[in-house]
């Protein structure tokens, strides 16, 4: 149980993990292990309780919560009308959540549900970017009554190509991790060549950290042997019905207000997904920033309004 406003106000709080579980899934078919998520809770920076719902914030591929500290702190909350607790999440084998060696959208989205019943409330946003945004896609479709609205960062609801850039961020990765490197400056050198863009490197090196088994060498905190073999299927995408099957296409399966925020130079969001998008969220917007992959870095205050400001309007059409 994640404490109650009033608590939180004298700032944020980390979540101690419980030990992993076993649940079943809605098909009551099969089972799957799930995992206690690290997660941030922010409370309204003004230290007024926190009476809308949470907003839930899952961060994409090689993230972490800690890329969102500074929206989920201070930007987003200047643009909500309702005081509410921002949180976010770290997905299973990234950041400070639990290493397993299984990985696809199912687990994940499984897990984000379980940390959302958790919550002292009936109801969540629920928020995610690229990979997170696809875990959020399928954890409202399988749990709609649990998450009032969602918000989707720069991806859509279908397979995409295998993009070579995420390919070759791993390869390097990897190639650090077995280098044995004593400092980030060393890591920055052997990334150079393989991602030229320091804004990415600097992303890519945040979960880089001393190895608690090795005194003086660094290793990436995310899981790069379980991500490498869930990399093929990843880019592969069915959203499954309430009983976990593959739904069909006419299927109109989360009928609540959810927005996606497209960045118009990364490719991730077509024109030709629109379509898609509106049979699986009938209720669905989609807002155009002049970004690439990452709207929510690039231009913070902008994606800060939008969201914000796209929440308190629908505060009014939320189903109860």
Same mark, same amino acid.
């Given at each position: 149980? @994640?404490?109650s406003?009033?608590?939180?106000?004298a700032g944020? =709080?980390?979540?101690v993990l +419980?030990? /992993?579980?076993t649940? &079943? !899934?809605?098909t009551?078919t099969?089972?799957?292990?799930t995992?206690?998520?690290?997660?941030?809770?922010?409370?309204?920076?003004?230290?007024?309780?926190?009476?809308?719902?949470?907003?839930l914030?899952?961060?994409?591929l090689?993230g972490?919560?800690?890329n969102?500290r500074?929206?989920?702190?201070?930007?987003?909350?200047t643009?909500?009308?309702?005081?509410?607790?921002?949180?976010p999440?770290?997905?299973?084998?990234?950041?400070t959540s639990p290493?397993?060696?299984?990985?696809?959208?199912?687990?994940?989205?499984?897990?984000?549900?379980?940390l959302?019943t958790?919550?002292?409330?009936d109801h969540?946003?629920?928020?995610g970017?690229?990979?997170?945004?696809r875990?959020?896609?399928?954890?409202? @479709?399988?749990?709609p009554?649990l998450f009032?609205r969602l918000? =989707?960062?720069?991806?859509? +609801?279908? /397979?995409?190509?295998? &993009? !070579?850039?995420f390919?070759?961020?791993l390869?390097?990765?990897?190639?650090i991790?077995g280098?044995?490197?004593?400092?980030?400056r060393?890591a920055h050198?052997?990334?150079?060549?393989?991602?030229?863009?320091i804004?990415?490197?600097?992303?890519?090196?945040?979960?880089l950290?001393?190895?608690?088994?090795?005194?003086?060498?660094?290793k990436?905190?995310v899981?790069?042997?379980?991500?490498?073999q869930f990399?093929p299927?990843?880019?592969?995408?069915?959203?499954?019905?309430?009983?976990?099957?593959?739904?069909?296409?006419?299927?109109a399966?989360?009928?609540?207000p959810?927005l996606f925020v497209r960045?118009t130079?990364?490719?991730?969001?077509q024109d030709a997904?629109?379509?898609?998008i509106k049979?699986?969220?009938?209720?669905s917007?989609v807002v155009?920033m002049?970004?690439g992959?990452?709207?929510?870095?690039?231009?913070?205050n902008?994606f800060?309004?939008?969201?914000?400001?796209?929440?308190?309007?629908?505060d009014?059409?939320v189903?109860?």
């Open positions: 149980m @994640i404490p406003a009033s608590r939180l106000a944020p =709080v980390r979540a +419980p030990p /992993a579980t649940i &079943s !899934t809605s009551a099969r089972s799957m292990v995992v206690p998520l690290s997660h941030t809770v922010h409370a309204p920076p003004t230290g007024e309780p926190a009476t809308g719902d949470p907003v914030i899952l961060h994409g090689f972490s919560k800690a969102w500074t929206m989920a702190q201070n930007q987003l909350p643009h909500l009308t309702t005081p509410r607790n921002i949180i999440v770290d997905l299973r084998n990234h950041g290493h397993t060696p299984h990985m696809d959208y199912a687990s994940m989205a499984v897990d984000v549900t379980q959302a958790s919550l002292p409330t969540a946003t629920l928020m970017h690229s990979l997170g945004g875990v959020a896609m399928v954890a409202a @479709i399988t749990r009554g009032r918000v =989707v960062v720069d991806v859509a +609801p279908c /397979a995409m190509p295998p &993009s !070579t850039s390919v070759r961020y390869d390097i990765m990897q190639e991790d280098a044995r490197v004593h400092s980030r060393d050198r052997l990334m150079e060549s393989a991602v030229p863009d804004n990415l490197r600097h992303f890519l090196l945040t979960s950290v001393p190895d608690p088994s090795e005194a003086g060498v660094m990436f905190r899981n790069l042997p379980t991500i490498a990399m299927t990843m880019w592969k995408f069915t959203l499954p019905q309430q009983d976990g099957t593959p739904a069909p296409a006419h299927a399966v989360y009928d609540r959810a960045g130079r990364s490719g991730y969001i997904h629109l379509d898609k049979v699986w969220f009938p209720r917007e155009d002049d970004a992959h990452w709207p929510h870095a690039e231009r913070p902008e800060a309004k939008i969201v914000g400001e796209w929440i308190s309007r629908t009014g059409e189903a109860s």
